[in-house]
């Protein structure tokens, strides 16, 4: 059955241990670490997920799926979620999904800019509690499709996969290498990635490649020494 039909009428009920059940959540993300918690966070919520890692990615689900709710990172490798949630929002569709739009960057008016483009919702990263994940999608759900009597909350945080985050660093020691045009991508990645795993050393680095990206100075000593730390963080890894 087609998820937009699957929408409307659900042929499962949500429950109160699974509030989500029957749902399709279509997570647009890079991170793998981000996308792997969301989808710890279906699993405990009786959610399926779909996930797509770029614009591109997920405007191809679009065309074959109608999730019943999308959460869009902000920062992409090709373009703005932004423009994502506005082209969600005006689609037509008698039944739009709900949209969530998520960001671990720093910047001013990222929320404001989601919401203006037709999110229901702007949650910062990390995005790890199940209660609070699971609260911010039924509010924005019609009535009949809350599961009825009293909801036990879970209040269940949500640990992703390490081999996750190892695929991040890797993958963000590749662009950094790469030169000076993968900035304005990594740095703003790269800041989520240190809220999500609590890293405060990871945290400084970014914020000093974010400088020295805005700055235009000190460029390649940024890189280096976050090159340097993401080694360490791999090594210590590899190590346990």
Not at 14 to 33: C, H, I, K, N, Y
Not at 59 to 77: A, E
Not at 154 to 160: G, L, Q, R, S
């Amino acid at each position: 059955m087609p998820d937009d039909i699957a929408f409307m009428t659900l042929t499962t009920h949500a429950t109160a241990q699974r509030p989500l059940l029957g749902l399709t959540v279509l997570v647009v993300e890079d991170s793998r670490f981000a996308s792997e918690a969301v989808r710890l966070l279906c699993i405990r919520s009786g959610a399926r997920i779909r996930r797509a890692d770029s614009l591109t990615a997920a405007r191809r689900h679009l065309r074959v799926y109608r999730p019943s709710v999308v959460v869009v990172d902000l920062g992409l490798p090709d373009g703005s979620g932004v423009d994502l949630i506005a082209e969600v929002a005006r689609d037509g569709k008698s039944v739009r999904p709900v949209i969530i739009a998520t960001s671990g960057a720093d910047g001013d008016g990222l929320a404001e800019a989601a919401i203006a483009a037709g999110a229901d919702e702007f949650l910062p990263k990390p995005i790890a509690s199940v209660c609070a994940f699971q609260q911010t999608i039924l509010k924005h759900l019609p009535e009949d499709m809350h599961p009825t009597g009293p909801r036990l909350l879970n209040h269940e945080v949500v640990v992703p996969d390490p081999i996750a985050l190892n695929e991040d660093l890797s993958h963000l020691d590749k662009l950094l290498g790469s030169g000076l045009d993968a900035l304005p991508y990594v740095a703003p990645f790269l800041q989520g990635l240190a809220r999500l795993t609590s890293d405060e050393k990871l945290a400084e680095v970014s914020s000093k490649l974010t400088q020295a990206l805005t700055n235009g100075a000190g460029r390649r000593e940024a890189i280096q020494a976050t090159r340097d730390l993401i080694q360490q963080r791999l090594k210590v890894r590899e190590l346990v």
